[in-house]
């Protein structure tokens, strides 16, 4: 079985989970190739830019950023010379075009993985509840320049409604159960609901001691500036627990990781904030070992990684219920899930600084992930998608 993966990059959540599943094929006996746009030509960067700039400012200050055109930098000889049997797509903004889904086609049956929900509206990674994109996306609270939008959305229905062989994967339940009606998931021969590989090992949770009047508490994000991150919903929380912890006598060190260095703009009597950069996986590692509590104050998330890695490492997790989070936790069982508004945030974190119970729910938590995150069985259920769909085109 040779197994083509195409991924922009390496980097962030989707171009990680590419390059760990083309590493954990290769380890189990799998042929399998990850090829990036790392190797693109110079007017193709240039280009790149360009369309990222028009992403951005065509984005209503909510959705950040739109995805609703991209252009091909793919070298199709690359791919002809592999002679793939099946081609997995991860993130491919500007690495693929829609008219690429058709000439890669031809050569094998396609796989996407949903790392996002671009791929069903058209050009908004996330939705935020927003359900248009079932319709025709009429007054549309994400873009500005709708032509782009629309004839993007075009071409992905002109490819779902060919005789493409594709198959799908998500993360998570909630999203798959989300694309039911669509084109999409109507056309695919299968999907499947797979969890992403990890970056991180498994294995025995670092043991912790008691918390003492400070609590260590990280909070991760690939780009702070990204809205529906929760960046800004995370400080007024911390407001909102500063008062509270005036009572308690605690002392909270809340530890911000991220791309973009963006000032914390508050002053706090209880909470030492502490900035550092985008960093390493070991040194994530480190930090999350470290940390008492992890916070996903997100308002929109598909199957974030980051909540898997720290309950390996037994750092507690807080976040919202939104997305497929609730799948990766069970309130007061394996973490903590809140509503997505400071007030609700603000009192799960208290509760989990205050929690007596912590060390059954470490324990609850990290139970549950090592069953979740079982690499031998999501490579297992890849190459059984890859095999069905081989067996579906005659191959």
Known sequence: MRVLQLSTSKQGGAGISAAILDQKLREDGVESRLITRSNMKHYQAIYSKAITFVGKVSAST???????????????EQVLNYKPQIIHIHNWYNLLSVSSFFKLSEIAPLVF???DERLVTGGCHVTLGCERYLSRCTNCPAHRLHFSRDKFKSELASFF???ASYGIISPSQWLMKKIEQTPLKKKALLSRVIPNHLSMPTGAPIAKGKNGEKTAIIFVA????????????????????????????????LIIVGSSMIEAAMEFRNIEIVMMSQMSTDKLTQQLILADILVVPSISENYPGVIAE?????????????GGVSEMIEDKLTGYLASPNPHSFAEKILEAILDENREHVRAEAFQAVTVRQNSQVINQH??????ELMNAKGK
Not at 62 to 76: A, E, I, P, Q, W
Not at 315 to 320: D, G, Q, S
């Open 62 to 76: 909510d959705y950040d950023f739109l995805s609703s055109y991209s252009t091909s930098t793919l070298d199709y």
């Open 113 to 115: 993985t949903l790392h």
């Open 161 to 163: 409604e060919s005789d």
């Open 222 to 253: 690939s780009n702070l500036d990204a809205p529906y991150k929760g960046y800004k919903l995370l400080l007024s929380s911390m407001s909102i627990l500063d008062a509270t912890l005036e009572q308690t006598g605690k002392k909270v060190e």
């Open 310 to 322: 720290a309950q390996l490492q037994g750092t507690r997790v807080v976040a919202n219920r939104v």
């Open 382 to 387: 890849h190459k059984e998608v890859y095999n």
